[in-house]
C-alpha cells in the first residue's frame, strides 16, 4: 500500500507471524509494510489515518469492528493464534518475541530443507506456525535422534515428521488443515 510502511516486517500490524509465512518465505510478499509487492490493507490504511501505529494493540480504539470475524478464515497463515500472539507479544516484549518466530523459522528451514517430500511444505509451514515452540522442539530432537531415518529427504523422512507433528497437534486439540473464509449470505 503507497505510503505504508514499517520497521518490523517479521509481525504483522494485526498480529499475524510474517516470518512464518510461505509467501514472506518465498519471497512473494515482503512482510506487512515491507514495500514493493505489500498487499493492499484496510488496516494498513486505518494505520495511517491514526498516526502510523505500528501495531494495532497500540492505537486507544483497539480492539475495532474491523477485527469483527477476521480469524473466521485462514489466509496463507493460520489466524487462530493471532489474538494469543498478540498477548505474547504483550507479555514477553517484541524482540524476546520475535527470538522464538526467528529459532520457529529455523525449525521450519529444517523441515524443509530434511523431511520434505515435495508435498509437505503446506503442512509443516502450519504446524510451525501453530504448535507451541516446546512442542517443535521436542518433535525436531525425535526426529533427530533417529539415524534409521537416513538421508536424503524422501517419503520415509516425511511420513516421521509428519507423524510426530500430528500427534503434538492431537495432544493439544489443534486442527493442522487451514480454515476457509465462510461463504457470505
Not at 517479521?10 to 512482510?31: I, K, V
Not at 512442542?135 to 511420513?159: C, F, I, T, Y
Request: a positive charge; glycine letters at 10%; one cysteine or more.
Amino acid at each position: 500500500m503507497k505510503g505504508f510502511t514499517r520497521a518490523e516486517t517479521r509481525f504483522s500490524l494485526c498480529g499475524l507471524n510474517c516470518a512464518l509465512c510461505s509467501m514472506h518465505l518465498g519471497g512473494y510478499c515482503p512482510g506487512c509494510g515491507g514495500g514493493a509487492g505489500n498487499q493492499s490493507c484496510a488496516l494498513a490504511q486505518c494505520s495511517l489515518e491514526h498516526g502510523g501505529v505500528p501495531f494495532c494493540w497500540e492505537c486507544p480504539e483497539y480492539p475495532c469492528p474491523r477485527y469483527e470475524g477476521f480469524d473466521e478464515g485462514d489466509s496463507f497463515v493460520p489466524h487462530r493464534n493471532r489474538q494469543q500472539d498478540i498477548a505474547r507479544v504483550q507479555k514477553l516484549g517484541l524482540e524476546a518475541y520475535l527470538a522464538r518466530l526467528e529459532e520457529k523459522q529455523a525449525i521450519l528451514d529444517e523441515l524443509l530443507a530434511h523431511y520434505n517430500d515435495g508435498r509437505r511444505k503446506t503442512l509443516f509451514n502450519t504446524a510451525v506456525y501453530l504448535l507451541p515452540l516446546e512442542e517443535l522442539r521436542s518433535v525436531m530432537n525425535s526426529l533427530n535422534s533417529w539415524p534409521e531415518l537416513g538421508e536424503p529427504a524422501g517419503k520415509k523422512r516425511a511420513l516421521a515428521a509428519v507423524e510426530l507433528l500430528q500427534a503434538a497437534a492431537d495432544r493439544r486439540g489443534i486442527s493442522l488443515k487451514l480454515n476457509k473464509k465462510p461463504k457470505k449470505g
